[in-house]
């Protein structure tokens, strides 16, 4: 992590994982490393925590019923296609407002939403860093007097993320992707607001100079090629970018799988589908499974109950292990770590997309909502993600593409087309040093 001393006003929404493990990265940078989730900051007036969770229990309530036959998929439809992205061809003027942003802004000013927030960070005006467009646009509403950074989530955004008058407008966005910046040109925010840095990941996985994704990557394409189909012929490929003493020489961790549960928990059963399917591959300590249950309680009870039932109870902690925190915070340290011996990650295209970038080869199970389908697409162009199989043959179909080393040339795809520069980058902008190169390759085709 660069070493200086600027400070921000961090700000996420706990809706879900994405917003704020986009800000975690970022929470050295805040006075007492502290996130301000603008739906349940302390003190927050009930007013506006009754907006706040209003949305948040529309949002729950779609993603769970999306798994009722038809109405549930029809009533997905139609509650995505007021967040839906338009397709990006042909290139055209998409700066006019959608319904969602006109309503947002009509609940800015005429509640006042969001004002007790904007006034209460105005008295010590440091730069705001927002990781969800909403906060960004009440501190320009409310006048707020330092600057405002606005941090997109996905490969690719809706028109709800930029102003309702964007050619006027002073929040500056923090892009991690030329098609966001692409995209929000085509909203009407202006050149100079656009700062193309990459997503932040977290520094404990990173290091200096990569080091430590470096190393771990090293360590991950043994286990991912045990044919070496893909690391001989590109061993000097390997090398170069790695480093000779990270290219791999033997296993120095179990193969592990990581299936990690979305936010709204609603993808437990297919967790258990994929621990059944490798029920023998575990016992025979072929693989090591790590299921992500988050911060749900309900998540985690159901992981342990199930895996009981089903004969794998004497795994827990072994063969299976799994992951709950009490907070997201707990969660994210606890699944950072995990991350350093997981060498596949199973799960839907969310912002966990960007963590490709650290050398991991993602299985995508289905895609929730139009930003997700653009993640997946994303994923699928830089070759580092594959759409899953079905999850009851994963015994097979997982350690048949084992065998032919594409996971190993995916975990190297994802290292070398992703950026893992965001948290350096988004520090120069901050810091005003954006004279220095940030570079972020172009991936247009997707």
């Known amino acids: 992590m660069p070493n200086h001393h600027q400070k921000i006003h961090l700000i996420a929404v706990d809706m879900g994982y994405g917003h704020q493990r986009a800000a975690y990265p970022l929470r050295a940078l805040a006075p007492r490393h502290e996130t301000i989730n603008a739906n349940v900051y302390r003190g927050i007036p009930s007013a506006d925590r009754a907006i ?8 729950e309530f779609f993603s769970r019923f999306k798994k009722f036959p038809v109405v549930g998929e029809l009533a ?3 509650f995505d296609k007021l967040q839906q992205i338009e397709p990006f061809y042909p290139k055209r003027d ?4 959608i319904i969602q942003l006109k309503s947002t802004y009509s609940l800015i000013q005429k509640k006042q939403w969001g004002k007790h927030l904007i006034d209460r960070l105005a008295r010590n005006p440091l730069p705001i860093v927002s990781t969800f467009f909403i906060p960004a646009f009440m501190a320009e509403i409310f006048n707020y007097p330092g600057e405002i950074y606005c941090l997109a989530t996905d490969t690719d955004i809706s028109r709800a993320w930029a102003p309702l008058e964007p050619k006027t407008s002073r929040i500056k966005y923090l892009a991690p992707t030329h098609r966001v910046e692409e995209r929000l040109a085509m909203y009407g925010v202006k050149p100079e607001n656009i700062f193309v840095t990459g997503f932040p990941l977290p520094d404990e996985l990173v290091g200096q100079n990569k080091s430590i994704l470096k190393r771990n990557l090293g360590q991950r394409l043994f286990n991912l090629d045990p044919g070496r189909n893909y690391l001989n012929p590109y061993k000097e490929t390997i090398c170069r970018h790695l480093g000779h003493r990270n290219f791999p020489t033997h296993a120095r961790h ?7 549960v979305g936010g709204a928990g609603a993808q437990r059963e297919l967790g258990l589908t994929i621990a059944l399917s490798l029920k023998k591959k575990i016992q025979e300590k072929k693989i090591r499974l790590i299921l992500v249950a988050g911060i749900h309680n309900s998540v985690n009870s159901y992981f342990k109950d199930e895996l009981h039932r089903h004969g794998l109870g004497t795994e827990i902690g072994a063969g299976v292990h799994i992951i709950h925190g009490g907070t997201k915070e707990s969660y994210f340290q606890k699944f950072n770590r995990a991350l350093k011996t997981t060498d596949i990650l199973w799960t839907k295209p969310s912002e966990l997309s ?5 050398g991991i080869p993602i299985i995508m199970s289905e895609p929730l909502g139009s930003q997700e389908l653009f993640n997946q697409k994303w994923l699928r162009a830089i070759g580092s993600g594959v759409n899953q199989e079905k999850a009851a043959f994963t015994h097979e179909w997982l350690f048949d593409w084992l065998e032919t080393g594409w996971f190993a040339e995916a975990a190297m795809q994802g290292f070398l087309e992703a950026s893992a520069d965001g948290l350096t980058n988004i520090h120069k902008v901050i810091c005003h040093r954006q004279e220095e190169t940030i570079k972020i390759d172009k991936i247009l085709h997707y």
Do not use: N, V
């Open 354 to 358: 960007f963590y490709t970038a650290l």
């Open 94 to 97: 998409l700066s006019k407002p």
């Open 52 to 59: 706040w969770e209003q949305s948040r229990k529309i949002y």
């Open 76 to 78: 997905w439809d139609i």
């Open 254 to 260: 179990p193969l592990t799988l990581m299936f990690a």
